[in-house]
């Protein structure tokens, strides 16, 4: 298929490949449609799992997109401008990489029939680029709007993202939590930053004893019996160091030998560290979280001043505890003044799993939440975090732009037909391109058939007379039949769809255009 040296070749070495023309289209093509044929088998709720083992034996078993490609440790350059598709479709929005992925290879097998019947390379090109841009219209058109109060809906969503992912069995219970998380850090402009979220996770618990917490869940308990342990409107001190009990005047070690002595020296231990609860008392602060630790010394001062006190707190706990409280993180408990205050709705001791937690709600300043995520093993918890970092992920594009389609093939069945009808229009040879383009999107559904043992043919001629009725019409996975995703719950957010076709389309549109590769040896 490479010829070596094809023309004058003197600015490379003997050593370089140079591969042109069709050749070289084809050398691309085959690649491309390669790595996409590879992971067809996953797409959809019937979709198969590959199992991946690494030179060292390691073994993934998913079927994960993004997750099959980079495991694969793909090397020829056309194969690899696929990679990158579902690459980017995994940054850009979380889900959609097998689609985007094998449509990309489809709309390459379509062109290389073009190509055949003596189309130029440009001209399919500039076809399905036109296509591309009609088709972002189109999704816009059949979009159906779905906002932060619509709970079902973005459930819906989160649930379809989970669909055949190894979590699928808890995609329900997971769902809900995605979906609070990404709820509770919504801003009143519907903006969601993920760094909101605090993700914590054990292994050892079931899945579905995953849970979310409206606010932050510290690790810690209070350091002494006597304190209060829910507080309502609470004010918070936040320290960044110890509460220590200060030098004694004596250097020497004391022998305490009778039990007076014993209880002055504890009084005068208690004495050193009045200053600083009484500064905290006096300040009105309900609630103290320390870096350090807390002397023993101060532990019944503070539960007399009905303070609930924990040491040891994590330092990106307090750094976050100033963010969500408005308060100010001090250093010297002494310095802390009233002003230095958070506060939070709530505050109050629990636990999650086995870990003791005190959880602070409703913050004065921002809005945070905690994912508190289980699996039984490492392994399990891996897929269990992937899961829901693609799930909110899905879920913030879907929200933020407020809209959503139907599953199972319908928007590309909707979108395939639109394009039939505007390809009427475009005429010439690149008409012959937006057909084809149209066709290609076909390969979803027709996937989605084939993977649940359906007759992929009779799929797409009822799915077709199906959106006589409407565009939400897709493919029962179980039953190959047609219905309407949204009564089905199968729903989709728009951003996923119109990244897949357009990251599809970006990178057969490229390799379309390359008719000379040149490898360095
Ligand atoms: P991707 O990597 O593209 O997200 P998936 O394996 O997750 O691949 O499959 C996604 C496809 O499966 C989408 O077309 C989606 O609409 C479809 N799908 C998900 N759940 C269902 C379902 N219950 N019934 C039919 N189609 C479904
Ligand atoms: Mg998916």
Do not use: C, W
Request: charged share 25%.
């Amino acid at each position: 298929m490479s010829r070596r040296g094809g023309g004058p070749l003197i600015l490379l070495s003997d050593d370089a490949q140079r591969t042109t023309g069709r050749d070289a289209q084809t050398m691309n093509i085959t690649a491309a449609k390669a790595i996409a044929q590879s992971v067809r088998t996953t797409l959809g709720p019937r979709g198969m799992d590959k199992m991946l083992v690494d030179s060292s034996g390691n073994v993934v078993v998913t079927n994960d997109g993004v997750t099959i490609l980079s495991e694969m440790d793909i090397e020829h350059p056309g194969a690899n401008m696929i990679v990158e598709v579902a690459e980017s479709q995994e940054s850009e929005v979380g889900d959609g990489t097998t689609t985007a992925v094998v449509l990309a290879g489809e709309l390459l097998a379509q062109a290389e029939e073009l190509l055949e019947q003596d189309i130029h390379p440009t001209t399919i090109a500039d076809g399905y680029q036109r296509a591309a841009n009609e088709a972002r219209g189109l999704l816009d058109e059949i979009a159906r709007s779905v906002d932060i109060d619509d709970v079902d809906t973005l459930e819906q969503i989160a649930v379809t993202v989970m669909t055949g992912k190894s979590t699928a069995d808890y995609s329900a219970e997971l769902a809900e939590i995605v979906v609070q998380a990404v709820r509770a850090v919504a801003d009143d402009n519907g903006r969601i930053d993920l760094e909101d979220l605090i993700i914590k996770q054990g292994t050892g618990r079931p899945i579905d004893e995953s849970e979310f917490v409206d606010g932050l869940a510290i690790e810690g308990e209070p350091v002494g019996e006597e304190m209060p342990d829910d507080i309502d409107d609470a004010r918070i001190a936040i320290l960044d160091g110890d509460i220590d009990v200060k030098e004694l005047e004596t250097d020497a070690e004391i022998e305490l030998t009778d039990a007076d002595q014993y209880k002055e020296f504890k009084e005068a231990e208690q004495e050193s560290v009045r200053g600083a609860v009484d500064a905290l008392a006096d300040a009105g602060a309900d609630v103290l979280f320390a870096s350090g630790d807390i002397a023993d010394a101060a532990e019944s001062y503070l539960a007399e001043s009905g303070i609930l006190a924990v040491d040891g707190v994590d330092q990106a706990d307090i750094a976050r505890l100033g963010r969500v409280t408005g308060g100010v993180v001090e250093t010297n408990a002494e310095a802390l003044g009233a002003d230095h205050l958070g506060t939070a709705g709530e505050v109050s001791i629990g636990t999650v799993g086995n870990t003791d937690v005190i959880f602070v709600e409703d913050g004065a300043t921002s809005d945070v939440g905690t994912l508190v995520i289980y699996g039984g093993t490492d392994q399990i918890l891996d897929e269990v975090e992937r899961a829901i970092a693609d799930t909110l992920h899905a879920v913030q594009v879907a929200l933020e732009e407020g809209a959503a389609l139907g599953g199972g093939g319908a928007a590309e069945t909707a979108l395939s037909l639109a394009l039939r009808d505007y390809a009427e229009g475009v005429g010439g040879r690149e008409q012959l391109a937006v057909e084809a383009f149209a066709e290609a999107l076909e390969i979803a559904p027709r996937t989605l058939a084939e993977n649940a043992g359906h007759d992929p043919v009779d799929a797409l001629i009822e799915l077709r007379a199906s959106h006589e009725g409407g565009s939400t019409f897709g493919l029962d996975a179980e039953t190959g039949g047609v219905i309407d995703m949204y009564e089905d719950g199968v729903v989709e957010p728009v951003p996923v769809k119109r990244q897949a076709v357009e990251s599809a389309t970006e990178a057969a549109v490229m390799i379309l255009r390359i008719d000379d590769v040149i490898s360095a040896a």
